[in-house]
């Protein structure tokens, strides 16, 4: 037998030939710089992603999720088998169309993916419960010697009313005293309007209120602005409960409050509640009634859980409740029509504006020819609809036909989202509603909504009717003195109850 010896390397030189370590090290270095293997762990990694934000998003049924999980599945291996193809007279061509689907086949899971999350931010931001923001500010008259935080001391006099709470005044002189002031003495008053007298007539050194309340004084009081100085204001927030009543909302009807605010900007600032409208929804039926109740309805207050101090039946102007909150505005209105509210949604002045905007304007009908605004067919932009639905002393009808006016910009820009012929940049939609509108739905409700509105895209049947009542002037008991208000029509009142019920109850 011959002996096979491995050939000797010329003299002076190292041998080439590498030891099956030195083989396993340069296997496993070309390993690395194998881009294949980045693809496939990419994809891989936000296909996982994928399915989990896709259960986490929870608007797809058990069998679709199913079907979701084996088609990314499917695609994992699809790219796997042609960038590993052991074909050698296509292997290139092979592994260049597994790369592409695998870079592509990533990339749109991760742009769905982000949908999804934005989606799930989205909702997040406009659910849940309601935080509510008060500005509580120190007011002294223009030419009081107090002029800075430093100034006030526990000799000065401070009028408070009974919309400030002690938590409120507390945070307040905290504030005082670390900007080198001390704690004033408060005085406690029943009544808005008595506080702002002994302000006035010098009985008290300044007064304490929620800045809410500012353009209520300036009803009565029209040179307060003017006559008077914020010395020192703090932002407070309070949690209120979560008041909604569950149900499933794509197949049984639910009662929504939908409170309009008198303000503009946050959503989370309390503010009168200026816009009033029980919507009565049917999802299976696709029917809606709205129920307009004017501002200025004089009703008992039904403060429950909420921060006021005077006692639940206090009677008022309806608007007024929403100086403390939507939870106080839904226990009022619960306790007059003698319904379940399940849920409410708040919007103000800028969200008209910016929803309108968003959609690419609205077409509204008029009764009647007012301002710009002709009888008949107006297309308005969000500016012009918000000058719709704020105009009243333009009727001799005042309040009752701004309500109807109300009612037909919600039912316009119901037409208008329902439309399946018009398509409409959601993205910036939804980025829009989310800074313009508060709800108590849960995440879910509302998942379940927008997916029942692109599965069936129904018809919604809209009808639109207003409470009625005799104009008078009464005593305001959060006010502390008479102003106008509207004393209810009970037959019309019993005429809402009834259709109310014709929607809940089928």
């Known amino acids: 037998a011959v002996a096979h010896r491995m050939p000797s390397a ?51 049924t058990n069998i679709l999720y199913v079907i979701a999980f084996f088609i990314t599945a499917a695609f994992n291996l699809l ?56 500005d509580i500010s120190f007011i002294v008259l223009e030419d009081s010697p107090i002029q800075s935080q430093g100034d006030i001391s526990g000799d000065a006099l401070a009028a408070v009313q009974q919309m400030v709470t002690d938590e409120d005044i507390q945070e307040l002189c905290s504030e005082i005293v670390n900007g080198g002031g001390s704690a004033p003495e408060t005085v406690p008053y029943e009544s808005l309007n008595g506080q702002i007298e002994a302000l006035y007539s010098g009985e008290a050194d300044a007064v304490i ?42 197949a049984q009807p639910f009662l929504v ?20 409208i029980l919507a009565a929804v049917d999802p299976v039926e696709a029917k809606i009634l709205l129920v307009s109740i004017p501002r200025d309805y004089y009703v008992p207050i039904m403060s429950g859980n909420t921060s006021i101090a005077g006692r639940d039946g206090s009677m008022d102007k309806l608007t007024h409740s929403g100086l ?14 003698d319904v379940e509210i399940n849920y409410y949604v708040k919007v103000n002045f800028s969200s008209v504006i910016e929803i309108v905007d968003a959609i690419g304007g609205i077409t509204v009908e008029s009764d009647i020819a007012f301002g710009e605004f002709r009888q008949g067919s107006n297309e308005c932009s969000g500016e012009q609809a918000l000058a719709f639905v704020r105009e009243r002393y333009a009727f001799a009808d005042g309040d009752r036909q701004r309500g109807r006016n109300q009612m037909e910009v919600i039912r316009a820009i119901v037409s208008k989202l329902s439309d399946p012929s018009l398509s409409y940049d959601y993205a910036a939609l939804l980025e829009t ?56 029509d009970m ?16």
């Open 491 to 506: 037959d019309s009142v019993e005429e809402a109850k009834d259709k109310i019920s014709e929607i809940m109850e089928q």
């Open 433 to 488: 509603v989310q800074d313009s509108v508060d709800m108590n739905f849960s995440d879910t409700e509302v998942k379940s909504l927008i997916q029942m509105e692109l599965a069936r895209r129904p018809a919604w049947q809209v009808e639109s009717i207003s409470v009625n009542g005799e104009d008078g002037n009464d005593y305001s008991y959060f006010y502390g003195s008479d102003l106008y208000v509207m004393y209810p």
């Open 209 to 250: 209120i929620n800045e809410s309340s500012r353009s209520l004084i300036e009803e009565q009081w029209e040179d307060f602005s003017s006559d008077t100085r914020v010395v020192v204001s703090v932002s407070v927030s309070r949690e209120q409960a979560n008041i909604s009543r569950k149900t499933d909302v794509t």
């Open 79 to 134: 790219v796997y088998v042609l960038m590993f193809a052991r074909h050698k007279k296509r292997k290139k061509l092979y592994c260049r169309i597994g790369k592409a689907l695998g870079i592509a086949f990533s990339v749109f899971l991760a742009v769905m993916a982000l949908g999804m999350w934005f989606m799930d931010s989205f909702l997040h931001g406009i659910t849940g419960t309601e935080v509510v923001k008060k």
């Open 257 to 276: 409050l939908i409170s309009g605010m008198d303000a503009y900007g946050s959503l989370d600032q309390t503010a009168r509640s200026d816009v009033n």
């Open 324 to 337: 403390f909150g939507a939870e106080c505005t839904v226990r009022t209105l619960e306790n007059f029509f």
């Open 10 to 60: 010329p003299k002076g030189q190292v041998p080439c030939w590498n030891s099956p370590a030195e083989r396993s090290g340069n296997e496993k270095v070309k390993y690395l710089k194998d881009l294949r293997i980045y693809i496939q762990l990419l994809l891989a990694g936000i296909s996982i992603w994928f399915i989990v934000r896709l259960v986490l998003f929870g608007m797809m």
